[in-house]
């Protein structure tokens, strides 16, 4: 018998194979491709698990995408793409991913629709019980909207789900996310940004229930040698619904990261990638207070699509 799991596979597969062949239908311009490999080295493959340990690995992912115009005042791209994680030691928490998504344009405003499935994965394989196997989907919406030539807002809003193996069904969960994003140009090739999120996590104890926000910024310089990408996000979260007895009982979370990304063109169509990311914790759990820097170094194609 085909499980639920399998029948969600084949719907999220058949809504990328349509994308894909809408986008090769009269009309739409030739197929474009993106294909990454990132490899990651970090000091804590699980930060807060208590037997993680540091851990590398790749996550290669690959997209397809088109575009055509309509009624000449819109254009229309559509998507399907698909990848993995990979990791050398905790090979448990290895997972694959699927996804389709469409934007729209009109003039200055932009709305986006994000679809994303993980038909397998493992929470904390290095401790079990915090954790366990699951599938999990999320659905992104948004609106992009030039203000005028030097400024953009951007706001998303997200609704996940994820659904543990029955012996961790306590952990099942429902999320909804709103972000909002407000950038500048103040000269050209400098990019300022101020973002931030609010979310909430219902699961079905409360002991994993959580809200959380956090709030950032970041600059961006670019120009013929390459481009730089420095941000910061500084967050809480909290368990508020945690009974006397829980482990997570009046838990609250604070951390801040700093993140670096630097990449340059190698050649058409070819760009490299390098970046870092340290994160720090302080909790009012002993045992999740943690600091964990990662490092990446990436490729990425491009190619296909309408030749100039």
């Known amino acids: 018998m ?3 799991v399998q029948w969600r596979l084949v719907f999220v597969l058949g809504l990328a194979l349509v994308n894909v062949r809408v986008a090769a239908a009269k009309g739409w311009e030739p197929l474009e491709y993106t294909l990454r490999m990132n490899a990651f080295g970090t000091s804590s493959a699980f930060p807060g698990s208590a037997l993680t340990g540091p851990d590398r690995g790749f996550d290669p992912a690959i997209e397809l995408g088109s575009s055509v115009r309509a009624f000449n005042v819109y254009k229309v791209n559509v998507s399907a793409s698909a990848g993995g994680h990979v990791q050398q030691e905790f090979t448990k928490a290895n997972y694959g991913w699927f996804g389709a998504g469409t934007q729209v344009r009109r003039n200055k405003t932009v709305y986006t629709l994000e679809g994303e499935y993980v038909p397998n994965r493992n929470k904390f394989p290095s401790d079990p019980e915090e954790g366990g196997p699951f599938w999990s989907w999320a659905v992104t919406g948004g609106v992009r909207q030039a203000l005028s030539d030097r400024t953009r807002v951007r706001v998303e809003g997200m609704l996940d789900r994820e659904k543990f193996e029955p012996a961790f069904a306590l952990r099942d969960a429902r999320g909804r996310e709103l972000y909002g994003q407000l950038g500048w140009t103040p000269v050209k090739g400098t990019d300022l940004r101020l973002e931030g999120t609010v979310a909430r996590d219902v699961t079905t104890s409360q002991k994993y229930t959580k809200g959380s926000h956090w709030v950032g910024g970041g600059v961006v310089w670019s120009g013929a040698p390459g481009r730089a990408d420095l941000g910061f996000r500084s967050g809480v979260r909290q368990y508020d619904e945690a009974i006397l007895g829980d482990s ?32 720090n914790q302080t909790s009012s759990r002993l045992d999740r207070n943690y600091d964990v820097h990662t490092f990446t170094f990436g490729l990425e194609w491009t190619g296909g699509g309408k030749k100039p």
Do not use: C, W
């Open 2 to 4: 085909v499980s639920r």
């Open 248 to 279: 997570n009982f009046q838990r609250r979370d604070q951390y801040i990261d700093l993140r670096l990304r630097l990449t340059r063109e190698l050649k058409p169509g070819m760009m490299l990638a390098l970046g870092a990311i340290a994160v």
